[in-house]
């Protein structure tokens, strides 16, 4: 196959928070001979707190990273749900509105029409490359894991601009988890919103949504939740430690990003990742013989 | 007066969002699927109606504008193509702009401090978001042990990422008037 060549765009918790996310998303690119070209100083795309309290602002700050983009010309890769969204729908909004792309210009200083497409990484290989066609790099089968896939919000909302099969119901991350072996389980809460902006502000009302999917994932039969969006991560992580909203009943569950079950399929060295989760899925993966 | 009907404000948020609230004909699906509707004082369909009558001052100064996640739920599901969430963000806006106080001011410090670090720093910085939140919102003892974990397994990391582009961030808010003052 021949060679797939992007200009990527990390994203902040990529390269803090989510840092495994970040990490596995580049070995599994480097393994597939998807080449990364990763945007000069790139910045912040704003996320949510952007576009709820400043409109113009919240097209500025990724039309810097767009107008980046522009400049190398290739294809933008997104890994982060959320930066993706935000993304998408500021290029969705500069090309159809020239006055805005004109503001957007002078707050920027630089060109902000990027007219490449902007490709999630789950949309690539899933998609692109066909899970039919990554059976020849996979290593390992991961028989004995029982996911649930959760979308969240950003992956699949705006459907105007967004990658999935379905709105209501994709199917994206579930093929692309059979292809690994993975037994998908069956659940309704693919694209539930998990509170991400409110975790710091309104834990109360998070404890509630993440408990809730954690309730759900445990009766579809699941052993951990697969998921493309560091913020659910992050949200459905935070909230199982003991904190000031604790659960009344502890949940263990690991939450794992799809591109470390993709390195760890591939037979890449992934340990190092699983180990900066605060839920370690070590203790599972160890017991299904995943992992040394 | 409750009979009169002010079209002011549904105006307004169409001028500044593109949303054609007036469509709105309550089915409710909005906040039927809304995941955060239990935690609202007004749940979406309520807000449409609101925006209709032009109840501005009640929007204004509502729970539920801050409340609302975004997600989009609604306007996936709107049948009369209705983006509710954008239709949120140009209430949320306004009631910035208005200089209201806000009916989830932590929610409005969260956003505050989640912008500043980024007009500073190009990047968002756990450590700084954290910092500048709790110092804002005087929460300074929530999440501690939590804090701890993060920081043995390098969630939080303690040099801050910054862009090289330092004055080019500042422009951005400058132009756009965004971001804390």
């Not at chain 1, 949940?251 to 992934?270: Q, S």
Request: aromatic share 6%; net charge neutral; hydrophobic share 40%.
């Amino acid at each position: 196959m021949s060679r797939i060549d992007f200009s990527y765009f990390p994203g902040c918790s990529q390269t803090g928070s989510a840092e495994e996310f970040g990490l596995s998303t580049e070995a599994v690119c480097a393994a597939l001979g998807i080449d990364l070209e990763e945007l000069p100083d790139w910045s912040c795309c704003g996320a949510s707190s952007a576009h709820m309290t400043n409109d113009l602002l919240s097209i500025a700050l990724p039309g810097r990273d767009l107008a980046l983009a522009k400049k190398i010309g290739k294809d933008l890769l997104v890994v982060c749900a959320a930066c993706y969204s935000r993304m998408k729908v500021a290029q969705n909004r500069i090309l159809s509105d020239e006055a805005l792309a004109a503001e957007v210009e002078a707050a920027v200083g630089m060109d902000p029409r990027f007219t490449g497409r902007i490709r999630h990484l789950l949309d690539v290989v899933a998609n692109d490359i066909g899970m039919r066609d990554i059976k020849k790099w996979l290593r390992a089968d991961l028989a004995g894991l029982k996911a649930v896939p959760y979308y969240g919000c950003l992956l699949v909302r705006p459907p105007e601009v967004c990658c999935c099969d379905s709105v209501e119901n994709p199917t994206d991350l579930d093929r692309f988890l059979k292809g690994l072996g993975v037994e998908v389980r069956p659940w309704s809460f693919k694209t539930d919103c998990c509170g991400g902006s409110l975790s710091l502000s309104r834990t109360d009302i998070v404890e509630n949504l993440v408990n809730r999917l954690y309730v759900q994932a445990e009766h579809a039969g699941a052993n951990c939740i697969v998921t493309a969006c560091p913020m659910c991560a992050a949200n459905l992580e935070m909230r199982q430690q003991p904190g000031k909203f604790t659960f009344t009943v502890v949940h263990r569950m690991p939450v794992l990003y799809f591109t470390e079950l993709l390195g760890l399929a591939m037979g890449l060295d992934a340990q190092s990742w699983f180990k900066s989760h605060l839920i370690s899925p070590l203790p599972l993966l160890k017991q299904l013989d995943l992992v040394n | 007066m409750i009979n009169t009907v002010n079209r002011e404000l549904e105006k307004a948020l169409e001028q500044r969002t593109g949303q054609k609230v007036r469509d709105c004909y309550q089915c409710k699906k909005c906040s039927a699927g809304c995941p955060i509707a239990f935690a609202m004082d007004l749940v979406p369909h309520e807000v449409m109606k609101m925006v209709q009558y032009g109840q501005e001052r009640r929007l204004m100064r509502s729970s539920t504008i801050w409340l609302c996640a975004s997600c989009e739920t609604c306007t996936t599901r709107c049948p009369n193509e209705i983006d509710i969430a954008a239709v949120m963000d140009g209430l949320r806006q306004m009631a910035l702009e208005a200089g209201e106080s806000l009916g989830e001011p932590e929610v409005g410090m969260f956003h505050k401090s989640f912008l500043g670090g980024i007009k500073y720093t190009g990047k968002t910085n756990e450590p700084i978001l954290i910092g500048a939140y709790k110092t804002l919102s005087r929460r300074l003892f929530d999440d501690l042990g939590l804090g701890a974990v993060m920081l043995a397994r390098r969630k939080i990391k303690i040099l801050p990422r910054v862009v090289k582009d330092r004055a080019g961030m500042r422009r951005i808010f400058d132009r756009t008037e965004g971001g804390p003052k």
